[in-house]
């Protein structure tokens, strides 16, 4: 059986989503480009151009690489660049007249003698670089490292698969049904009433902890066209229809929080800080918490901050409820391979859909499908927050649709 997005009974936690997240930004991340080939020392490597133990022609020892146009080993390579570089030969002097034999044994025994077979077998002084010079060329490996990684980078992009033709009428279905279901299209700033007024019993309950009544009567009075919304969204949906009602039921009722909260949160206006709920009603985070949310309401406000940032078209707004509403984790499922396989149609036609869209956030999927996890947590908050605000407020308040969805939730 193939693996889903989410496992086990409960809401998941950032944990439970790190091996998904992990494994796209490992594929679709920029390839790592090599730096350039480098001589150094490194136990058990040998560059291609060398035989197995080539000796280094200064010391016999073994040899590691081209180092100032001849073969040496790290140590006269070493040795011979900082004579170079701080101008030591001058001072170097032979106890034996310079006769010395210089293997790597009585290498570092004298150094003129060492120095001259260097200079006697090839060894070039003026590929040594000074400080200077030797800045100014790492700067450019690094400047030439950076430009690979771009191309690379724009090569990786150009190859990443775009949707097929049978994705794109998925994703066009999907979208439709979003454009169907969603209060007000994409013109929802232009067309909502205006800002929620506030009223002095709103005031009363500054900490969110209790439920003001009379706020929480006027949000009731658009929750039930929502989750209407909602319901009409996931039976325009291909693939929805073919599951079993029950199954339907329990999908509906474990997502419904999370799409509205979706809905909202892409609805979150930075000027005037507020979220337009069911495209109408604009509220500000004190209004939202008071009403009856409590805490939800900060994680709904916050990730309708993180959301802007990502300028999310219709389509992968509609693709992300799809995601949500076919989660195979929900508690009393029967058709479990069947949902998992129609929630990974979505997720592939989805990021497909983002391949084409190419946004400039690096690592723009994963990060995407993180917020899938913040609003799986959404809905597990408001299902605790339901039954406080059971407790707070009467039962009279309450909608029919409101109660049959969230009444039975797990929590």
């Given amino acids: 059986m193939s693996t889903p997005l989410f496992s086990g009974n409960s809401f998941p936690t950032l944990a439970s989503l790190s091996f998904n997240v992990l494994t796209v930004l490992f594929l679709f991340s920029p390839s790592p480009v090599s730096p350039p080939a480098l001589s150094i020392s490194v136990p058990g490597y040998i560059p291609s151009y060398l035989e197995k133990d080539e000796p280094c022609v200064v010391c ?19 040795f011979f660049r900082r004579t170079i570089q701080k101008n030591l030969h001058p001072a170097y002097s032979c106890k034996y007249d310079g006769c010395c034999i210089i293997d790597k044994i009585t290498r570092n025994q004298c150094q003129l003698c060492r120095f001259r077979k260097c200079i006697a077998v090839g060894m070039a002084m003026d590929l040594v670089l000074d400080d200077s010079k030797r800045v100014a060329k790492r700067r450019l490996i690094e400047e030439n490292r950076e430009k690979r990684k771009k191309e690379e980078f724009v090569k990786t992009l150009q190859t990443r698969p775009e949707p097929s033709s049978s994705e794109w009428e998925l994703i066009r279905h999907v979208t439709e049904a979003h454009h169907h279901t969603n209060a007000q299209g994409s013109h929802w700033k232009q067309k909502r009433n205006g800002t929620f007024h506030q009223t002095p019993s709103l005031l009363s309950a ?27 969204f996931a039976k325009k949906l291909p693939m929805f229809s073919e599951l079993p009602c029950e199954d339907q039921i329990i999908l509906l009722k474990g997502c419904c929080m999370e799409i509205m909260s979706l809905r909202a949160a892409v609805r979150y206006d930075p000027e005037s800080e507020t979220l337009t709920l069911s495209g109408e009603m604009a509220v500000k985070r004190e209004q939202l918490k008071n009403g009856g949310l409590g805490v939800v309401s900060d994680a709904i406000f916050d990730l309708g901050k ?18 949500l509403l076919m989660s195979s984790d929900r508690s009393g499922l029967t058709s479990v391979e069947k949902i998992e396989k129609c929630q990974e149609t979505y997720l592939l036609a989805f990021e497909h859909y983002i391949n084409h869209r190419k946004h400039n956030i690096p690592h723009f999927w994963p990060k995407l499908l993180m917020k899938v996890t913040d609003l799986r947590m959404i809905g597990a908050c408001h299902a605790s927050r339901f039954l406080h605000m059971k407790v707070e407020c009467p039962n009279e308040l309450f909608p029919p649709l409101f109660l049959e969805v969230f009444e039975d939730q797990e929590v």
């Fill in 306 to 323: 993180s959301l802007a940032q990502f300028n999310l078209d219709d389509s992968e707004v509609a693709l992300l409820q799809a995601v």
């Fill in 206 to 232: 500054p900490d969110g902890d209790k439920v003001d009544l009379e706020a929480f009567s006027e949000f009731t009075k658009i929750i039930t066209p929502a989750i209407t919304r909602v319901v009409d």
């Fill in 60 to 78: 016999g020892d073994k040899a590691t690489g081209y180092h100032y146009r001849c073969i040496t080993c790290e140590g006269c390579k070493g």
